[in-house]
């Protein structure tokens, strides 16, 4: 029934209309495209991030399909398509896709993740969530190694476990979780992972050697004694955070101009913190709209 | 669309950064719409290219999109083999160019300066201006913007007469560095002599209301120079984040204002050059991300580009065309 089916998505602003989704199965272009009679009639600014990467399959493709299919439904919404890498754009860009790069890491709950006091007892925590035991061997010569899987943990005891260690060793699986190292003041070391943390794996506080322990156990040896000071490992993330935090904003009141021809409309990135709420029922995604 | 003026002496801003994919990078100009694929289509005919093309001017705006849809189906019309990407100085040039179907990618102009050729002042620098403006003296740029500033260094070029006369009334108290010898001659400032000037100034200006990713914007912050802006369109607004810099209103107070409080925090250039370097760092990752992403989809060649440097300078410097006909030879 249409009350049972779960989104992940949000009214962020009703006057002017502004909704922020997920691209997913139930709902491909977001809630508007779930509950398009909500927005017939009304402008509207969609913006759709992505759940799943586009840069494969031609799946990229299919979002121009599911596009096309609510322009016609919907012709006084505008939707955009928040990508989490340049290549997804550029992809979507030569279908005619209106998109622009906006990692959904930009999102994060900053604020959940942060340096601790506690003394180092591992050399690096590495997260086995979801993890092949083959990928988990490529740790086998890194040192003193916390194998957890954090998925079972959440907030403080999250982080405290993770502050229990000098490195953070990203070897797949779920990908805030390099970004989560990151913000508790970890450097990360890492192999070559497609994915949209790769925007934030960069020098001086991350590595990407090849998929070798040797190369991955020299890496974590050589931050671990580095000791780099985790506020600065943490300031670091937060500056490039600010960064395109900074430049959504820009771009988010600039299209709202354009589709309101008003605006700003946005005087700061708090309407946008903490990103999307898990997966909920379409009433409760569109709580706050008369419909 | 200009008269192509394809002589040896004619200058452009193109390079060859890899022959074997062949890929090109350049900038819509008047008479150059798609950069090198445009001054020498002959060049590239018959095989395939890459092409990635930057902007002069801010593409926001609608009637800017439409013309480079034409010059993109033109270029494409001339050569079937090319791909032709758009280097987009904003998301919303991406968003723009996207609807209309313009291949593109995010890659404001400021991430290919080459900081090498710009060294930051020391510390201990006196500065003798409270601003410096690098800017041609031309209305759209609002020099009168920075009428309240007590001392302002001007770095431009070659202005007409009566360009000149213009800027020397509205700002009679300006240091007008070009024209600063014994000659009073207007003299061409090089990077190095730019780079000097401004480390003789405490802040960096940009007062037009729109233009490019503005090229100045970057060399103030490598220079390590804070910088005080108008609000704008065209993408120097991308690395104005955090406290060292001020996007202000077009007024001459509310510039001089923020231009005294930049000033006031004394900041050490090196700190500043290294908080803008940390974001153009981390632009010129994803840059290199997506574009071996795009060559290897296009061209078929996997990991083309294992650093920045082919794009150091590129397309930001303008060179004689019988010097970036030597980038076909052979290396």
Known sequence: MEQERRVKGRVISIDPLVTYSQREASAPLGIASARPDAFSGRRALHLV????????????????????????????????????????????????????????????????????????????????????????????????????????LHGAARAALVGRASVGLWLGGAEHCAIEYLLCGLPVVSTPIAGSAQRYLLPPFCRIVPDDPAAIAAAVQGFARARVPKP??????????????????????????????????????????????EPRPLDEALAGLAT | MGTLDASPERRAAGAVVSLDPLI??????????????????????????????????????????????????????????????????????????????????????TLFVDERQFPPATPSSQRRYDAAYTARLDPFKRHELAAEIPSVALVYGPPTDAELELAKYILP????????????????????????????????????????????????????????????????????AGPLSRIVD?????????????????????????????????????????LNQIVERELGVRERFRSFSPFLGLPVTWRKTSDISTDFLPR
């Not at chain 1, 599911?66 to 340049?86: G, H, K, W, Y």
């Not at chain 2, 970057?218 to 104005?240: F, K, N």
């Not at chain 2, 090196?270 to 974001?279: E, I, K």
């Open chain 2, 250 to 290: 077009a007024d001459p107070d509310s510039v001089a204002r923020a231009v005294a409080d930049l000033k006031a925090l004394e900041l050490n250039p090196l700190a500043v050059r290294d908080h803008v370097g940390a974001l153009i760092a981390l632009d010129r990752h994803n840059f290199l991300i997506a």
């Open chain 1, 49 to 152: 991030g992505l759940s799943q990467t586009i840069e494969t399959d031609n799946r990229h493709a299919k979002v121009a399909r599911d596009l096309q299919a609510a322009d016609a439904e919907l012709p006084q919404s505008r939707f955009v398509i928040l990508t989490n890498t340049e290549f997804e754009a550029y992809l979507l860009s030569t279908l005619r896709v209106a998109a622009m790069p906006c990692n959904d890491i930009t999102f994060i709950d900053d604020g959940a993740f942060r340096p601790t006091e506690t003394r180092a007892e591992f050399d690096a925590v590495c997260d086995t969530t979801a993890i092949p035991r083959e990928r988990l061997d490529l740790a086998r010569d890194a040192g003193n190694v916390d194998f957890s899987e954090l998925a079972q």
């Open chain 2, 173 to 240: 108290r300006a240091h007008f560095a070009n024209h600063a010898n014994p000659e009073r001659k207007f003299r061409y400032f090089d990077q190095r002599m730019i780079a000097k000037t401004l480390g003789n100034c405490a802040v960096g200006l940009c007062l037009s209301a729109v233009e490019g990713h503005m090229r100045a914007a970057a060399e103030y912050h490598v220079c390590g120079l804070p910088v005080v802006s108008t609000h704008s369109v065209g993408g120097r607004d991308r690395y104005l």
């Open chain 1, 232 to 277: 600065v490992v943490r300031g670091a993330m937060m500056h490039a955070l600010r960064f395109d935090r900074h430049n959504f904003l820009i771009a988010i009141n600039k299209l709202a101009k354009e589709t309101f021809g008003r605006g700003p409309v946005f005087d700061s990135f708090a309407p946008f913190e903490g990103g999307l709420p």
């Open chain 2, 24 to 109: 090109t990078i350049g900038k819509n100009e008047i008479d150059l719409p798609m950069g090198l694929a445009s001054l020498w289509p002959e060049r590239f005919e018959g095989k395939p290219s890459l092409h990635l093309i930057g902007l002069t001017w801010s593409g926001e705006q609608h009637e800017r999109v439409a013309e480079l849809v034409a010059d993109v189906a033109e270029a494409r019309s001339r050569l079937p083999r090319a791909t032709f990407v758009l280097l987009a100085s904003t998301p919303n040039e991406a968003v723009a160019f996207s609807r209309a179907g313009i291949p593109n990618i995010v890659a404001n102009g």
